[in-house]
């Protein structure tokens, strides 16, 4: 039952936000004419939205503390998500799967190229956020640089492009293996450092190989770049534009379920059980007899290989590459992914890197407020979500006990 509390606290509500929006909703200058335009009918609608909203915020805020409360006091009872029992069931699961590859192998053939570009640049995102998940969602390494070794592997294809001639099938491991090298590299200087001393660490040589990139004209051309790097071949046949876009898309998926099955594997290996319990307590995990700086080292050469294979990708896929593709954003982008989608979680990464690149392009109609739709959900989702749309399954080992027929 709604409470006269309630009404008068959104009431209020409604009250301030029209005070605040009133500059910017309801006055309009024109200069042309020399007249001032009075827009009443914003603010009535900024009233009434705000008033609506408050009603929603506060009926998901007594949600969430009503569900703090009983996990409190140990009466929650579904503690696996809906997401997690719907994988489970394999009655939903596989034909759900099936579905998802069918319409995944006939998108480029239904939907423009256009679609297909946008789609090709969510699954280069997808494979960024399954590599930066090994660092940050299974190991704990809060990495702010992620995008350096995105750009490593961008312009690793284009020199070697440019003053060997290699092609995208022979840049494309080389890339992946100079991505590890510079994962190593960096993990080097950082053994012995966590939290926020790491990000820091790790913003500083991401920050570092964009301006060695920007500046040092006679290796990587400065500003200006590097363009016509030649898209990937098919058996030494060159593709049309449109054919070679389709191309990449399927390059794209296969390297995303390469990645997803890579991923999976180590993360069920001893090694990636090394990496949670150094994400759980790093005293204790080296307590254990864990090898710590040769955890964190595989941790940051993995996920920067992903990240290098990726920007191998990306510099096929636009043909161009300059520094401005590989500022903090796109790090702090990478990590919206992770979190966001869920730490650790394999398909909560790609779920948000579905939602965080598309959602902003299928916005484009209503631009002036697409940003501030997107920061909207993001907001929302920390504060009721912070696990993530998906978020990982803890592991729980139960003791059952003896059997009464054991006993006997």
Not at 121 to 143: E, K
Not at 166 to 193: C, H, N, S
Not at 273 to 296: F, H, N, P, Q, S
Not at 312 to 319: E, L, Y
């Amino acid at each position: 039952m709604i409470k006269f509390n309630e009404i008068k606290r959104a009431f209020l509500v409604s009250i301030w936000f029209m005070f605040l929006t009133f500059p910017i909703m309801v006055i309009r200058v024109n200069p042309v004419e020399r007249i001032v335009e009075w827009r009443w009918k914003n603010m009535i609608l900024v009233g009434i939205g705000s008033f609506l909203l408050s009603f929603v915020w506060n009926y998901l805020m007594k949600r969430k503390e009503l569900g703090v409360k009983k996990t409190e006091a140990g009466e929650e009872t579904g503690t696996i998500p809906l997401a997690q029992r719907i994988l489970g069931e394999k009655r939903i699961y596989i034909p759900g799967l099936v579905a998802i590859g069918v319409f995944t192998m006939v998108f480029p053939l239904i939907f423009s190229m256009y679609q297909t570009t946008i789609m090709t640049t969510a699954l280069i995102y997808v494979m960024l956020g399954l590599g930066l998940n090994i660092v940050v969602g299974l190991a704990g390494l809060l990495d702010l640089g992620y995008v350096a070794f995105y750009a490593v592997g961008a312009y690793a294809y284009a020199l070697l492009n440019y003053h060997f001639g290699l092609g995208f099938w022979m840049a494309l491991p080389i890339g992946g293996v100079l991505g590890a090298i510079f994962g190593i590299l960096l993990g080097f200087p950082v053994l012995r450092l966590r939290g926020d001393y790491l990000a820091i660490v790790t913003l500083g040589f991401g920050e570092i190989i964009r301006i060695i990139l920007e500046n040092w004209n006679e290796f990587s051309f400065g500003p200006s770049g590097i363009a016509n790097i030649p898209r990937p071949s098919l058996f030494g046949i060159d593709l049309s534009v449109h054919s070679s876009i389709i191309y990449i898309y399927y390059i794209m998926i296969a390297l995303c379920l390469f990645t997803v099955f890579v991923v999976n594997r180590l993360q069920d290996s001893r090694i990636g059980r090394a990496w949670i319990a150094l994400r759980e307590d790093e005293v204790a995990c080296e307590a254990m007899g864990i090898d710590k700086a040769k955890t964190k080292l595989t941790a940051f050469s993995l996920g920067a290989t992903w990240a290098s294979m990726a920007g191998v990708m990306f510099a096929a896929k636009t043909t161009f590459v300059n520094p401005a593709s590989f500022t903090i954003w796109e790090s702090i982008m990478i990590l919206c992914i992770v979190v966001l989608g869920g730490m650790g979680s394999i398909i909560g990464v790609i779920a948000g890197a579905l939602v965080l690149i598309l959602t902003p392009e299928y916005l484009r109609a209503f631009s002036e407020y697409r940003m501030l739709a997107f920061g909207t959900m993001l907001v929302v989702m920390m504060i009721f979500r912070p696990g993530g749309f998906i978020p990982n399954v803890r592991r729980v080992y139960k003791f059952e006990g003896v059997k009464s027929a054991d006993k006997s």
